[in-house]
């Protein structure tokens, strides 16, 4: 190990430089999905950094790379022996905060906060973002306080890239083949509703969007959208005594009957589920709430959108002028349920994390990824660290040193499916 202790081996050292270049390329480009578009992809822009990931794949020598119709990138990596393995990452960036005009900064870490230059308001804070205490001589990128920064997932578009251009670039390294996928409308739940398993061809695949660097996601909520509808009655407001039933107040008496203590994203923590009011819009006469519920066991989730129902008739009974509908669709499911028919992907996983100096942990990740979906249809696929941190918000934030391990973990999972006994 170097003397600074940034990298754990003399390959996560090498990439670092390639590694830090493609993500601040990357992160410029704005690819921010829109979960109100009925479009696919959800914003055209999304297509910008498709094209240009397409370019540089075939600039790297594979020729079959290629853009798709519905925004996905492809490309093929041809391997010595052993399965096809898949190397996925999406482009898009969260709707929660502005993508756009993203002005990275790389800061050598030397302790204490992190101003962001953007915004006086903006300050990164080891006391408040935890891992950040442990990166004390790393270089770290953020944005400038007013955007997102894009770690998630352009550092596992990064990783990816890195990854294969260095074994473009040492042919004699024996490896399994790869299949690169990068996807769009993940932070939508949209990410693979064209994805063609089959077309893609790889036997199983891992994903590049967690965070902490040693972590293996085997494990998602399972995940549902439900949606109530609230059909009250609008009257003129100056002559509606008796007659208005109003739908905006039916809905907030609705959210006020949610539980104060536990259930909500504000009050959970590693295995705790909840239902959560993410969205409302209408009016006096008709109301709709979104809520996403979220939960590790799919009994406890049904129990959740149990609630809703119960709710909502509680509401109508009140109000029988008032008519309340529930709709609840499923989005993911957790994906340990499918992992754990074939253990041997996600132990691989550990064993390349081993290879980059690293003791691998297993943990299950509060939200969910595009192989959670891909899992449940047959493609099973884990999910690999990326090292960033503080995802959906303007303090997100990743280590160089940490994207330099995660793209050798990448190196070391395709030379691992070439070797017995993984073969």
Not at 113 to 128: A, F, T, Y
Request: charge should be negative; charged fraction near 30%.
């Amino acid at each position: 190990m170097p003397e600074d202790g940034r990298y754990p081996t003399p390959l996560a050292a090498e990439l670092a430089d390639d590694v830090l270049d493609r993500f601040l390329r990357y992160v410029r480009i704005d690819t921010q999905s829109d979960d109100k578009s009925t479009t696919y992809p959800s914003t055209a822009k999304q297509r910008d950094l498709g094209e240009l990931l397409a370019r540089e794949l075939r600039d790297l020598g594979l020729e079959d790379a290629a853009i798709d119709e519905h925004g996905y990138v492809f490309a093929t990596v041809p391997g010595a022996r052993g399965p096809t393995i898949g190397l996925i990452a999406h482009v898009d960036t969260s709707p929660d905060e502005s993508g756009a005009n993203v002005q990275p900064q790389v800061v050598h870490y030397t302790g204490g906060d992190i101003q962001l230059p953007g915004d006086p308001r903006r300050v990164l804070r080891p006391s408040e973002s935890l891992m950040l205490a442990e990166k004390e001589g790393h270089d770290i990128v953020t944005s400038d306080g007013t955007t997102l920064l894009g770690a998630d997932d352009k550092a596992g578009v990064a990783e990816i890239m890195t990854a294969v251009a260095y074994l473009a670039r040492h042919p004699e390294i024996e490896h399994a083949p790869i299949r690169v996928g990068f996807t769009v409308d993940e932070e939508v739940g949209r990410g693979v509703e064209h994805f063609d398993d089959e077309a893609f061809g790889a036997e199983f695949a891992y994903t590049f969007d967690g965070t902490e660097i040693g972590r293996i996601d085997d494990e998602t909520f399972s995940a549902s959208e439900a949606r109530v509808r609230i059909e009250g009655h609008s009257v003129h407001p100056g002559t509606s005594k008796g007659k208005m039933v109003n739908s905006v107040k039916l809905a907030a008496a609705l959210i006020e009957r949610l539980p104060k203590d536990r259930l909500s994203p504000e009050t959970t923590e590693e295995r705790e589920g909840f239902v959560h009011p993410h969205r409302i819009s209408g009016g006096a006469a008709e109301t709709t709430i979104t809520f996403i519920c979220r939960d590790f066991d799919l009994a406890q989730l049904r129990e959740h959108e149990q609630l809703l129902r119960d709710l909502a008739a509680e509401i109508e009974r009140e109000e029988p002028r008032a008519r309340l509908t529930v709709e609840v669709e499923d989005s993911y499911r957790n994906m340990k349920e499918f992992l754990d028919a074939r253990p041997r992907i996600v132990e691989a996983a550990d064993e390349a994390t081993r290879r980059v100096g690293l003791e691998p942990a297993r943990s299950a990740i509060r939200g969910g990824t595009d192989g959670a979906v891909l899992s449940a249809r047959g493609l099973l696929t884990p999910n690999v660290y990326t090292g960033g941190q503080e995802y959906h918000s303007v303090l997100e934030w990743v280590s160089v040193q940490d994207m330099a391990v995660s793209a050798a973990t990448a190196v070391e999972l395709a030379k691992l499916w070439a070797e017995p006994p993984w073969t």
